[in-house]
């Protein structure tokens, strides 16, 4: 057995199903499904259970899975130990962050990055913060970027800034005229919310409980934006008429909607907010790395803009 055979085991208990595991995998499918048989062949037992629809781990090849999940975070921390003694800031930097916080910090981060390690390449990716915690665990990125609460084994979490959320809306809409809106104000209005998995909806959700009750009744306000929309589809379907949505500060700073068209209102104390914080393994020796990739998120004028 291989490590890309385990992986390729636990990719597919992830998915359940052959398509969206081989394209994680960046193989083709009938590449992924002759390394799985191989392998059950090799071991002589069913790791997964075939249906027409659905792939799914047997009782016994659960175990086998969660143990080549433990077996591909120890070869990742080994590729740790083997970096330890390079130039830290000489081998590549991955770098993962959710949906709603990397389109609006990388673009001032990176220059700081390149300004201060200039040797150092670096890989960004953008995903839900499931899928980071996954891919920090295995070794598939070095750093994440992520909304607090945010807990992981041997997974070392340190707070950046603190992000206040805003109310976008059309400068005609009802609610423009107040300088400051509670929470309650918004029962009655068309609120358009990012879909499940996002975290920052859960957030939203938390911070205006009101809007709880509209989700499960059709007759409610609430909206959600078709799976895989960003906050930048809020924006715009905001600036169409459809209705308000509410956005972390970073987000309502930037883009190209028309600034005439739409307003952003901030809410009445206490303000609803966010922390950012970045996130590492514990085992990963590329301290230095860390340090810069830190520094430079306080010295953006993003991170300085919002406290």
Not at 8 to 20: C, D, K, P, W
Not at 44 to 50: A, K, L, P, W, Y
Not at 224 to 251: D, F, N, R, W
């Amino acid at each position: 057995m291989t490590l890309t055979e385990l992986r390729y085991i636990v990719t597919l208990a992830q998915e359940q199903h052959f398509g969206r595991a081989a394209e994680r995998c960046h193989v083709s499918q009938p590449t992924l499904s002759i390394a799985v048989k191989k392998l059950e062949k090799e071991l002589n037992i069913s790791i997964f259970e075939r249906s027409k629809t659905q792939v799914y781990p047997t009782p016994l090849g659960m175990k086998v899975v969660e143990q080549a999940q433990r077996v591909l975070e120890q070869a990742a921390a080994i590729k740790d130990i083997a970096s330890a003694g390079k130039d830290q800031l000489v081998s590549p930097l991955h770098i993962g962050a959710i949906f709603t916080i990397g389109p609006y910090l990388f673009p001032y981060v990176i220059p700081h990055i390149q300004s201060l390690a200039a040797d150092m390449p670096l890989y960004v990716e953008e995903t839900y913060t499931a899928t980071l915690r996954r891919r920090i665990r295995q070794g598939e990125l070095d750093a994440i970027i992520i909304a607090l609460p945010f807990t992981e084994a041997d997974v070392v979490t340190q707070p950046l800034y603190e992000e206040p959320f805003v109310i976008l809306l059309g400068e005609q809409h009802p609610l423009a005229k107040e300088e400051a809106i509670h929470p309650d104000q918004l029962t009655d209005c068309n609120v358009l919310l990012l879909g499940e998995g996002h975290c920052f909806r859960d957030q939203v959700l938390e911070a205006c409980p009101n809007l709880k009750p509209s989700i499960d009744d059709p007759r409610g306000s609430i909206r959600t934006a078709a799976e895989g929309s960003t906050l930048e589809t809020l924006k715009y379907m905001v600036a169409s008429g459809l209705g308000i949505t509410i956005l972390p500060a970073s987000a309502a700073m930037a883009g190209t909607w028309s600034a005439k068209a739409l307003v952003t209102r901030p809410f009445v104390e206490p303000t609803p907010k966010r922390t950012v914080a970045l996130a590492w393994r514990a085992s990963f020796p590329r301290l230095q790395a860390i340090d810069v990739l830190r520094k430079a998120i306080e010295q953006s004028e993003l991170s300085k803009g919002l406290g």
